[in-house]
């Protein structure tokens, strides 16, 4: 939706890019020449133009990171594939020519001031500076270097890292290596932190219906609990290798697990975050 004119622009020289393959194998056109290859720039449109379908299929099929690359080889491949349409396009009329080109300056100043925006506000909505002074200063003085700490949140990595460099996280800026490393550890991390079960799938509906059912009755709920809490301390301590957990109060089935005295001790907390020690 915020780079809508160039999704436009795509439809436009990729509809150009078909017309001439058809023209230069069935018509005989004079866009065969083009085609064949002679152009100078046309390796390097049809590269961008297979990239750009390709990080597209990436984005829709996979994951959305993959938007990153697309709209990087989209808007290199609109540069070359607009240049070399202009070849083929004559526009005598000096008033037409002038509007396309006022319109084609308003747009690009129009997806260029958009874009801004809609970064600056991504930046306004993120994290004060300040947000993890007092976890980040509690990890600073109380732990030592190298302790691990599961974070239950990957995009908390910079500034609790920027408060104790010293220690290490079990997810950082790029979760996708912790994912690589292992596969298993990585869903039983966001399982945990994210529905407060352990579960080393991406969907783990038998264990969310356990859940539901469990949480109907008191008797019911604390038996889940506890058993649960044992699984979830074995795999943080001793998986995970983990000497401090940072969550927040957001987290709040996670939470219920921390909260068992038997297998965790709250060691800070503050309005929003605390700190839990494995037992």
């Known amino acids: 939706r915020n780079n809508s004119l160039i999704i436009a622009g795509l439809l436009l020289a990729g509809g150009a890019e078909i017309y001439q393959y058809f023209s230069a194998r069935f018509r005989n056109h004079e866009s065969a020449e083009y085609f064949s290859g002679s152009a100078a720039g046309r390796p390097l449109q049809l590269a961008l133009f297979f990239l750009t379908i390709g990080t597209w299929l990436g984005t829709t099929a996979i994951s959305a990171r993959f938007g990153d690359f697309f709209?990087?080889?989209?808007?290199?491949?609109?540069?070359?594939?607009?240049?070399?349409?202009?070849?083929?396009?004559?526009?005598?009329?000096?008033?037409?020519?002038?509007?396309?080109?006022?319109?084609?300056?308003?747009?690009?100043?129009?997806?260029?001031?958009?874009?801004?925006?809609?970064?600056?506000?991504?930046?306004?909505?993120?994290?004060?500076?300040?947000?993890?002074?007092?976890?980040?200063?509690w990890l600073k003085g109380n732990t030592e270097p190298g302790d691990v700490v599961f974070n239950t949140n990957w995009s908390w990595f910079p500034q609790l890292y920027y408060h104790s460099p010293k220690n290490y996280y079990l997810a950082g800026l790029e979760p996708r290596f912790f994912y690589l490393y292992s596969p298993d550890l990585y869903w039983k991390w966001w399982n945990l932190g994210s529905h407060g079960y352990l579960c080393n799938l991406e969907e783990c509906k038998d264990k969310a219906n356990e859940q539901r059912l469990a949480w109907r009755r008191?008797?019911?709920?604390?038996?889940?609990?506890?058993?649960?809490?044992a699984a979830a301390a074995k795999v943080i301590k001793i998986d995970l290798k983990t000497d401090y957990i940072v969550t927040a109060k957001n987290y709040r089935l996670f939470n219920i697990l921390l909260e068992d005295k038997d297998h965790f001790k709250r060691v800070y907390n503050d309005e929003v975050y605390a700190v839990y020690q494995p037992l």
């Open 218 to 229: 008191d008797e019911t709920r604390e038996k889940w609990i506890k058993i649960e809490v």
């Open 71 to 137: 709209m990087f080889f989209a808007a290199l491949y609109l540069i070359v594939a607009l240049e070399s349409l202009r070849r083929f396009v004559s526009i005598s009329d000096p008033f037409v020519k002038r509007g396309i080109i006022i319109g084609l300056a308003v747009m690009i100043i129009y997806l260029f001031a958009g874009n801004v925006l809609f970064l600056q506000q991504v930046l306004s909505r993120g994290a004060s500076v300040n947000e993890f002074s007092g976890v980040g200063e």
